[in-house]
């Protein structure tokens, strides 16, 4: 998508040797990619999915030979992956058994205000607390994590992350691929100091280590066939821009907010923190025996190395395939003619020990209503990175918008479907569209580079 990106800041040494950056990170694809576990209901009932999840601290084996203390999601790094069905109800009890509080969010969801994860609206150690999840929007492949006001960021990188595959008809038609060859990509950053242990600092330019499904640099064993990659970059800071060593094609078939309308293909998919991609890719092309990697073409700036790596595909089998990337995925409803435009600002102090982060010039305050919103409304935000050099990405609570513009002109065709987060690099200018006939209440929109959202770069909508 985003070809007009431009590299974060900082230094990758992990790509350089990925034993240097500590002593016990593993020489690259040596461990298997972990598939992430689906979460088991409580209980069914004709409309209703009940879910029990357990916030704690486990110690777990990440890098070889060594046990990382990590906050999680039943013990799961990532999270299991919730699998729910639009029409069908979710219901998840969050019990919270760690020391700190927590708020609960489903990424990309219409949820009311209170079940939304507000960063005020916690969970208090030894709490229990349900969220209802109505699922009344249609297939997309969302997440869930923790949004606890200031702590969100080590929260998350602690681990409270993972998959939530929302599906409905319209995908259950189309014969793409399923089963064992729909698979949970989840990618993110992480800094291990000499121990193994994960170093959590602000604004940290030494997560150099990318971890998929929980496991270092692994690889995956694949058959000779297609298969859909659910790509999810839950990182902190980074951005990715993930492609084939061989730079052979990647049908991507969605977005955060579920299918595109039609397939695009490409060679490198861009994700910035928060974002999804669904991608069709076809290790048919490779004979048995064959591996491909899967590379970072967004290096940090300091780096040495021109190409980082992500994991590698080995291809180990021949199956069957009757699967098939259809031209036509999805029909999108045409954009209501808006009713009102304003305009959002995001900007980081740059140079300075402590940097705070800006929405209008403004650093978040629960109390203060930043965006007032009619209910009904169908708007036009304008949103800009006023920073020259610092990356930032735009992310809305409640809705899924679609981008009418990138820098005066139109969005990728990778962009150009449902969003809820979106790229905003140094220096650019994004336009979108967003209807608020869902619910009334307070949400927050926020930079999802969650260091950045920590520093102050969050703000509040009121829908009313
Ligand atoms: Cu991924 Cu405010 O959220
Ligand atoms: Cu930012």
Redesign the pocket.
């Given at each position: 998508t985003g070809a007009s990106f431009t590299p974060l800041l900082g230094v990758d040494r992990a790509k350089a040797s990925p034993a240097a950056a500590a002593a016990a990170i593993p020489e690259l694809f040596t461990v298997p990619m972990p598939q992430m576990p689906v979460l088991r209901p409580t209980l069914r009932t004709t409309t209703t999915d009940y879910y029990d999840v357990t916030t704690r601290r486990v110690r777990k084996e990440i890098l070889p030979g060594i046990q990382t203390d990590l906050l999680t999601y039943d013990g799961n790094f990532p999270g299991a992956t919730i699998k729910a069905r639009s029409g069908r109800t979710v219901v998840v009890r969050q019990h919270n058994e760690l020391d700190v509080a927590t708020s609960s969010?489903l990424?990309?969801a219409s949820v009311t205000q209170a079940n939304d994860?507000d960063?005020m609206d916690t969970l208090a150690p030894g709490g229990v607390r349900a969220y209802t999840y109505p699922n009344r929007q249609p297939h997309a492949s969302l997440?869930y994590?923790d949004?606890a006001h200031h702590m969100?960021s080590e929260n998350?990188y602690r681990g409270l992350h993972g998959s939530y595959l929302l599906t409905d008809a319209v995908e259950d038609k189309l014969p793409l691929p399923k089963g064992e060859y729909d698979v949970v990509i989840a990618i993110r950053d992480a800094h291990f100091d000499a121990a193994g242990q994960l170093v959590y600092v602000m604004d940290d330019q030494q997560r150099s280590t990318l971890l998929v499904n929980g496991a270092p640099y692994p690889y995956f064993q694949v058959a000779a066939r297609k298969y859909r990659l659910r790509l999810a970059n839950m990182s902190n800071q980074r951005f990715l821009g993930l492609r084939l060593a061989d730079g052979s094609e990647i049908v991507q078939i969605g977005s955060d907010g579920g299918l595109l309308p039609r397939p695009h293909t490409t060679d490198t998919l861009t994700l910035s923190?928060?974002e999804r991609i669904d991608a069709v890719v076809d290790f048919s092309r490779y004979k048995v025996g064959e591996k491909v990697v899967l590379e970072n073409t967004i290096i940090f700036a300091g780096s040495a190395e021109q190409v980082g790596q992500v994991m590698r595909f080995d291809v180990v089998r021949t199956a069957a395939d009757s699967s098939a990337v259809p031209a036509v995925l999805r029909s999108l409803p045409a954009l209501p003619t808006p009713t009102n435009e304003r305009t959002v600002v995001m900007k980081m102090e740059e140079g300075v020990a402590h940097p705070k982060g800006f929405m209008d010039g403004k650093v978040y305050d629960p109390a203060r209503v930043d965006a007032s919103i009619r209910f009904g409304a169908s708007e036009v935000w304008t949103v800009t990175n006023a920073n020259a050099r610092v990356p930032h990405n735009f992310?809305m609570?409640l809705v899924q918008f679609r981008v009418l513009e990138r820098n005066g002109k139109p969005p990728a065709p990778g962009e150009a479907g449902l969003k809820?987060?979106v790229i905003v690099a140094a220096g650019e200018t994004v336009k979108l569209q967003a209807t608020f006939d869902s619910y009334r209440g307070s949400y927050?929109?926020?930079c999802?580079m969650?260091d950045h959202?920590a520093m102050g770069m969050?703000a509040t909508m009121k829908i009313s």
């Open positions: 969010h990424h990309g994860g960063p997440w994590h949004h969100e998350v923190p928060g992310h609570h809820d987060t927050v929109y926020h999802h969650l959202s969050m």
